[in-house]
């Protein structure tokens, strides 16, 4: 008998032991504020994965299409020269031969069609590259996120391994005491149940780490990442903060451009709606075999058509461009001081969860295995007790993880770091 007390006081110490292992496992070994090395790799990251993600080369390729238009803005303001030629000869012997006679007409544009076709061209050009403006701020968005999880999933991965490993160990001994007639079989149940628990998440995180580690390769352009280092998530609110300008984010730069160049597509059809004059030059033969010369002009005059439907729809673009960057840039203002507001929080919420809940919850389950090994506490308030040792361990993570998201959406917002 004496021998099964030992091995309870035993039983209790590598418990409480793998415990205090755990629970320092989660103690960040960082302060909240991100230390400068760790915002220096951040900022390298997110910029290798603003030249080598594929929504980027994808937009770089669009941009690199659209520069074709500047062809069409380059062009002469001449039109296409059309030949007419045409033949007649009277009948009753009233005219001697053939009359031949040709007219050589050549389209010349003076409405400034020409400036406006540059003009549209390069908005073009400029509105693609807001484009890629914003690819670039949607792929470090993805970056911060995917580095965020992967550090955090790091981290909770070596706090399960070490959950998993004590309760494993703390379930063969149990399962031992069962064989010795020292505990009932439930005990040894609760206890197999436990670790199952602990191993199920375990896979689970490794999986949701294999996720954003091949998502962040991908954005990097690599196969393979060398291991990240612990890295808090950086405040959203840095003591060198000078504020956000919401019209220079990437999407309202892009609804900028937008709207800039549907201008330009309007002015460029409202000139193109003024026919070019056509200048003619005549030459012939008449039926006398006398040579004729001569010249000519000739104009359409813009009344039935004039490309009025196209410059509406232009200019309605236009409009709606602008009406949404206004409201994008009043969402955009809001929510980067929620970002912030949102961020104060979460570090006040975990500054409470390590300096007070975490070692409150670890004293109980140290008081619970004694008061078990001592035979007067039952092997479920034991579980339970480490339980929500275990809750809260990987309640601090998953805060971790939604501060990666706020900063994430503020990368997406902004393009890059406060």
């Excluded at 359409?300 to 709606?320: I, K, Q, W």
Aim: net charge neutral; hydrophobic share 45%; proline share 4%.
């Amino acid at each position: 008998m004496l021998k099964l007390q030992i091995i309870s006081c035993l039983v209790a110490v590598c418990a409480q032991a793998a415990t205090i292992r755990a629970v320092h496992a989660e103690e960040p070994p960082r302060p909240l504020v991100e230390a400068p090395d760790d915002r220096g790799r951040l900022h390298a990251l997110i910029e290798i994965a603003k030249q080598n993600a594929p929504e980027v080369s994808l937009a770089k390729a669009s941009l690199t299409s659209s520069r074709s238009a500047l062809v069409n803005g380059k062009m002469a303001p001449l039109g296409n020269p059309y030949l007419e030629v045409t033949a007649e000869r009277g009948n009753r012997g009233v005219t001697k031969d053939v009359a031949i006679n040709g007219t050589l007409w050549l389209p010349v544009e003076l409405s400034g069609q020409r400036g406006t076709r540059r003009r549209e061209a390069e908005d073009f050009v400029s509105l693609h590259s807001a484009f890629v403006e914003q690819a670039r701020a949607r792929a470090a968005a993805r970056a911060v996120r995917a580095y965020g999880f992967s550090v955090v999933g790091a981290e909770r991965t070596t706090v399960l391994s070490e959950l998993l490993n004590s309760a494993r160990a703390e379930a063969e001994l149990i399962a031992e005491r069962v064989k010795a007639g020292d505990a009932i079989a439930r005990d040894a149940s609760l206890a197999a149940v436990e670790a199952a628990r602990h191993e199920v998440m375990l896979a689970e995180t490794r999986a949701e780490m294999l996720h954003a580690q091949g998502e962040l390769a991908e954005l990097l352009g690599r196969d393979t990442l060398e291991s990240l280092p612990p890295t808090a998530p950086p405040s959203l609110r840095p003591s060198d903060f000078r504020g956000v300008k919401v019209d220079q984010t990437p999407n309202s730069q892009a609804l900028r451009a937008e709207a800039r160049f549907y201008s330009a597509s309007a002015e460029r059809l409202a000139r193109e709606g003024q026919s070019a004059l056509s200048l003619g030059l005549v030459a012939g033969r008449g039926d006398y075999g006398e040579t004729r010369l001569g010249g000519g002009l000739a104009y359409a005059f813009p009344v039935f058509r004039a490309n009025r439907p196209e410059r509406a729809r232009a200019a309605a673009e236009s409009t709606r461009a602008l009406s949404e960057k206004r409201v994008q840039e009043s969402v955009v203002s809001r929510r980067l001081k929620l970002l912030q507001l949102e961020q104060e929080q979460l570090v006040r919420a975990l500054s409470t969860l390590t300096s007070t809940a975490l070692p409150a919850a670890q004293h109980a389950v140290s008081a619970v295995q004694e008061t078990y090994a001592a035979g007067k506490a039952e092997m479920l308030a034991v579980l339970l007790s480490r339980r929500e040792l275990s809750a809260l361990a990987l309640r601090r993570l998953e805060l971790l993880e939604r501060n990666w998201l706020l900063v994430s959406e503020y990368v997406e917002i902004t393009g890059d770091l406060p």
